[in-house]
């Protein structure tokens, strides 16, 4: 029997739900300030992935004719270093030092603090006790001075200051993951999965690993800004990487003795440093606010 239709009803169509990562992509496409960012952002590691097809010159070519070279000179956009290399090579080249030490130790952080945070919210008892206990040691520090004192006594070098800077961001982000499980694993679907017989394994893995992780992943990316600027600043005091290699830290450090010669080419590494930092962060405050379900 065929369905009829009253005149001026109007026929039942069917209404596609919006997910809620549909909903989140869909505030991301309306934030212009996030999506700059991320260009920029893209534009930096993509420069830094293809340097060695990017870089016009080589950057560890020296010329003591051509050195501090103003920014516009034929042949040097942004003008020469100290020892005459070419400044733009060189800052093309030092992202990639330089987000391998910002980016790398944030990565590592978040699989063991959200590792740690999960086992001490989900368990609960002595175990959280001596993990969040041991977390709060570490808080008794200031960050960059728990950077340079890990740094100092490991040595300097790439590997020493990428394991330094994971050691100062796994406890923030344990103490973020340990909240949200805690807040998480006393929810009516949790509390349904466990009284149907599901172990905690896969409750943590179907039920909590889901919920937790996107408020961490989040909070993890406002630390990259965070590492980039920590990771110049060890490699300013010569804790980092080691001359002639390019990074923005320590190209900062060797260009400070030419400040007052050529103050625009010297506050050049500063300027790459800041404007990564900023898109790290307001991307981050972006994703914050799209993932916000109450908004």
């Known amino acids: 029997m065929a369905e009829t239709t009253l005149p ?16 989140v992509f869909r505030r991301l496409r309306g ?22 097809w990017v870089a016009p010159v080589d950057p560890y070519k020296t010329s003591v004719i051509r050195r501090l070279k103003d920014i516009g000179t034929p042949g040097f956009p942004l003008g020469t270093d100290e020892l005459g290399r070419d400044m733009l090579s060189r800052l093309i080249y030092g992202g990639r030092l330089s987000l391998l030490m910002g980016i790398t130790p944030v990565i590592n952080a978040l699989v063991i603090g959200s590792l740690l945070g999960i086992v001490a919210g989900f368990v609960g008892g002595k ?7 041991t977390v709060d040691v570490f808080y008794a520090f200031p960050s960059v ?21 994971t050691i100062v961001f796994v406890p923030p982000i344990t103490r973020v993951a340990e909240s949200v499980t805690t807040s998480v694993r006393n929810l ?6 466990r009284a149907s017989g599901a172990g905690s394994w896969t409750i943590i893995r179907v039920h909590v690993l889901g919920n937790v992780l996107g408020p961490v992943f989040v909070f993890a990316t406002g630390l990259i800004s965070v590492s980039i600027i920590l990771a110049s600043g060890l490699s300013f005091l010569g804790l980092g990487v ?30 790459m ?14 994703l914050r606010a799209a993932m916000d379900v109450r908004a």
Do not use: H, K
Request: hydrophobic share 55%; net charge negative; with cysteine.
């Open 127 to 133: 175990i959280n006790m001596v993990i969040m206990r």
């Open 242 to 271: 080691r001359p002639p290699e390019p990074e923005w830290g320590l190209m900062l450090n060797t260009l400070r003795q030419s400040i007052y010669v050529n103050p625009w080419v010297c506050a050049l590494p500063g300027v």
């Open 31 to 52: 934030d212009w300030v996030t999506i700059f960012c991320l260009v920029v952002l893209l534009a930096i590691i993509l420069s830094a992935i293809f340097a060695p």
């Open 273 to 286: 440093i800041f404007i990564t930092s900023i898109c790290f962060n307001m991307m981050s405050d972006g």
């Open 145 to 165: 001075l728990l950077a340079i004192a890990i740094s100092g006594a490991l040595g300097a070098g790439l590997v020493n200051s990428i394991v330094s800077l």
């Open 8 to 23: 001026g009803m109007v026929p039942d169509t069917p209404v596609a739900s919006r997910g809620y990562w549909s909903s």
């Open 188 to 193: 009516d679907f949790v509390e349904a999965a």
